[in-house]
């Protein structure tokens, strides 16, 4: 079983909404990752979590932040956005950081208004 | 020079023909290399990896890397019509860095 999921699958919000993207997954993979992807473009790394630690913050802007409560689960809070923040985001993850393949979970289509 | 080029294409190629998809990266440490397809509107589906030089076949899908020549490669024998969809090629160094994609077109 290779499966990521998350919810929700649409989300919609304000500029002054505070919301939050959960990610699982139940493969015991100790990586998970964020990813932003924009229309016709490739994902784009945003953040990494190794054994529930943030390994990597690519420069994110602070009105993105991750959490990983536990081995299994990935959060993404969201505030203040602003439209250009639209987008899909999906959540990946893999045995190990980095070293084995990433699965990618189907994502959550993000629209700010 | 981008770290993962690929042709955006679009490749079309008739239905049960061989199409074939090219990656070159830059960083010659790269240790790992991933082909992905993405259906419009849906997330990235793993199809093939590969860690070593040579080919690995899976199914109808061949992965080819040539580690000297910094170039990894898909094959897709007998294409189909669902196999219409866009393939990142995605290599790790220190990171898994995508190419912009390459869109395929199989036409019936």
């Known amino acids: 079983d290779t499966e990521v999921t998350q919810t929700p699958k649409h989300l919609v919000m304000g500029m002054t909404n505070k919301k939050s993207l959960k990610c699982e997954q139940h493969m015991g993979h100790r990586a998970m990752y964020w990813y932003k992807q924009k229309a016709k473009k490739p994902p784009e790394l945003m953040f990494v979590y190794s054994y529930e630690k943030l390994s990597i913050n690519e420069s994110v802007p602070s009105r993105f932040s991750p959490e990983c409560p536990n081995s299994s689960l990935l959060n993404l809070h969201l505030h203040a956005l602003q439209p250009e923040d639209s987008a899909l985001y999906l959540c990946?993850?893999?045995?190990?950081?980095?070293?084995?393949?990433?699965?990618f979970g189907p994502g959550t289509r993000l629209t700010v208004t | 020079q981008k770290e993962v080029e690929q042709n955006s294409g679009p490749l079309s190629v008739p239905e049960g023909a061989i199409a074939s998809l090219n990656c070159t990266y830059s960083d010659r440490g790269s240790q790992s290399f991933f082909w992905y397809r993405q259906y419009s509107g849906k997330s990235p589906e793993l199809i093939m990896f590969i860690y070593s030089n040579g080919d690995k076949e899976d199914g109808r899908f061949t992965a080819q890397l040539n580690k000297a020549s910094q170039y990894v490669s898909l094959l897709i024998r007998d294409s189909q019509p669902s196999d219409s969809a866009t393939y990142l090629c995605?290599?790790?160094?220190?990171?898994?860095?995508f190419g912009a994609g390459t869109i395929l077109r199989v036409k019936s």
């Open positions: 995605a290599v790790t160094a220190n990171k898994l860095v």
């Open positions: 990946a993850s893999s045995l190990i950081f980095m070293r084995d393949e990433q699965y």
